[in-house]
């Protein structure tokens, strides 16, 4: 949606007294967790879920959900804070992107209301997570492409497929399903529906996908076999779930952002700590240029990131078109995450690759954000085409 014949919202250069308010409390949270919950969680196979509940408890998971289900009636600019500041303490749930950020906000727009009434107030009070299964292993970025489809008979719709690289399967009580229910005769493309599934209905079943990265929340391969749901469950119109997707889309680079930024500043700070306590020929090793003016330059970027988070978050809660920004924060903080990880790595020497200073232990995660959810190159063609008018690559 772009709001006509208005001025875009200013983007604000210092915190709100709220804001500060706000982020303070969930680092009070955040912070009686940590990295060694987080990587304890992650090793044995467990799930965040007392970081989770304590954030819930105190209304952060649904901080920007209507008022009416029990949500915070505020937006993704108020959530976006909150995950960067879990992300700095080292502990960030990923259910905030895919469950809070990207469902909340779909189910909101375009759920029956009785779908609404259902589930609504289970994420804002952090009671249920949903999954959302897009990505298939012969469609790559080409959504369209997607081959899992959902035929209708009667009052329910029966779903056959695969989908590959789903996060959080694990403790989801529904997914969020991107089916093929069609095929536009001129291009050839699929028409694309969405629906509600639940994550323990009969012929769904799911195998996990071993990766290095060490995060608690799995990735999943998922299979549908003549898996039925209610015609009730479909979000928005048949045929037309792309223009629902891409409200969910936005707010998902947006958080991705959001948490690579923490993420980010978190191995920053780390490396700034160890520059100020290592002592090398009796000289703190930061105050030598070569290692100093590196994390310098990663304050920088970082800076650069957050503040184009802020204004994707900005626009994309005042009703703007937020896909150019909401693409360039994405990729920014992912090149500074990565930049602050390696320099962070490579100022603590050969302790950066040992578990006990927990910096490693993030790369793949961290490294996989330049891929995922949305590469660079294809964040780049966006760019090139809606912003630079440049002629359509593919």
């Given at each position: 949606?772009t709001?006509e014949?208005n001025?875009?919202?200013?983007?604000?250069?210092?915190?709100?007294?709220?804001?500060?308010?706000?982020?303070?409390?969930?680092?009070?949270?955040?912070?009686?967790?940590?990295p060694?919950?987080?990587q304890r969680?992650?090793?044995?196979?467990?799930?965040?879920?007392?970081?989770?509940?304590?954030?819930?408890?105190?209304?952060?998971?649904?901080?920007?959900?209507?008022?009416?289900y029990?949500?915070g009636?505020?937006?993704?600019?108020e959530?976006?804070?909150?995950?960067e500041?879990?992300a700095?303490?080292?502990?960030?749930?990923?259910?905030?992107?895919?469950?809070?950020?990207?469902?909340?906000?779909?189910?909101?727009?375009?759920?029956?209301?009785?779908?609404?009434?259902?589930?609504?107030?289970?994420?804002?009070?952090?009671?249920?997570?949903?999954?959302?299964?897009?990505?298939?292993?012969?469609?790559?970025?080409?959504?369209?492409n997607?081959?899992?489809?959902?035929?209708?008979?009667?009052?329910?719709?029966?779903?056959?497929?695969?989908?590959?690289?789903?996060?959080?399967?694990?403790?989801?009580d529904?997914?969020?399903?991107?089916?093929?229910?069609?095929?536009?005769?001129?291009?050839?493309?699929?028409?694309?529906?969405?629906?509600?599934?639940?994550?323990?209905?009969?012929?769904?079943?799911?195998?996990?996908?071993?990766t290095?990265?060490?995060?608690?929340?799995k990735?999943?391969?998922?299979?549908?076999?003549?898996?039925?749901v209610?015609?009730?469950?479909?979000l928005?119109?048949?045929?037309?779930?792309?223009?629902?997707?891409?409200?969910?889309?936005n707010?998902?680079?947006?958080?991705v952002?959001?948490?690579?930024?923490g993420f980010?500043?978190?191995?920053?700070?780390?490396?700034v700590?160890?520059?100020?306590?290592?002592?090398?020929?009796?000289?703190?090793?930061?105050?030598?240029q070569?290692?100093?003016?590196?994390?310098?330059?990663?304050?920088?970027?970082?800076e650069?990131?957050?503040?184009?988070?802020?204004?994707?978050?900005?626009?994309l809660?005042?009703?703007?078109?937020a896909?150019?920004?909401?693409?360039m924060?994405k990729?920014?903080?992912?090149e500074?995450?990565?930049?602050?990880?390696?320099?962070?790595?490579?100022?603590?020497?050969?302790?950066?690759?040992?578990?006990?200073?927990?910096?490693?232990?993030?790369w793949?995660?961290?490294?996989?954000?330049?891929?995922?959810?949305?590469?660079?190159?294809?964040?780049?063609?966006?760019?090139a085409?809606?912003?630079?008018?440049?002629?359509?690559?593919?």
């Amino acid at each position: 949606m772009t709001v006509e014949g208005n001025v875009p919202p200013m983007l604000p250069l210092t915190p709100t007294a709220e804001e500060l308010a706000l982020r303070q409390a969930v680092r009070t949270i955040a912070a009686k967790f940590g990295p060694n919950y987080f990587q304890r969680v992650a090793d044995e196979g467990g799930q965040l879920t007392d970081l989770w509940k304590a954030l819930a408890d105190n209304g952060f998971v649904g901080v920007h959900l209507p008022e009416q289900y029990g949500g915070g009636g505020c937006g993704i600019y108020e959530l976006a804070a909150i995950v960067e500041e879990t992300a700095i303490a080292g502990c960030a749930p990923q259910a905030f992107i895919y469950s809070a950020g990207m469902a909340g906000p779909l189910i909101t727009k375009h759920a029956t209301p009785a779908v609404r009434d259902e589930w609504l107030p289970r994420l804002a009070s952090g009671e249920s997570i949903i999954s959302f299964a897009l990505t298939e292993s012969d469609a790559g970025s080409n959504s369209h492409n997607i081959r899992t489809k959902a035929e209708r008979q009667g009052d329910k719709y029966v779903i056959n497929g695969a989908k590959q690289f789903i996060t959080g399967v694990e403790s989801a009580d529904a997914i969020i399903v991107a089916a093929r229910t069609g095929t536009n005769e001129e291009t050839g493309r699929g028409r694309i529906s969405l629906f509600l599934v639940d994550a323990d209905a009969p012929g769904l079943t799911r195998t996990k996908i071993p990766t290095a990265i060490g995060m608690p929340e799995k990735s999943w391969s998922l299979f549908f076999d003549d898996v039925e749901v209610d015609a009730s469950r479909l979000l928005g119109e048949e045929n037309r779930g792309f223009r629902a997707i891409f409200d969910g889309l936005n707010a998902e680079r947006v958080l991705v952002a959001a948490m690579t930024n923490g993420f980010a500043q978190y191995a920053l700070t780390k490396a700034v700590n160890y520059a100020k306590q290592r002592v090398v020929w009796d000289a703190p090793i930061g105050s030598h240029q070569g290692v100093a003016h590196p994390l310098a330059r990663i304050k920088v970027e970082i800076e650069h990131a957050r503040l184009m988070t802020q204004k994707a978050a900005i626009l994309l809660d005042a009703g703007y078109d937020a896909g150019e920004s909401a693409n360039m924060c994405k990729m920014m903080a992912a090149e500074a995450a990565i930049h602050s990880f390696d320099r962070a790595i490579h100022t603590h020497g050969g302790n950066g690759v040992t578990l006990e200073y927990q910096l490693v232990n993030y790369w793949f995660h961290v490294r996989l954000l330049k891929v995922a959810p949305v590469s660079e190159e294809l964040v780049l063609s966006y760019i090139a085409q809606n912003t630079l008018g440049l002629p359509k690559s593919y």
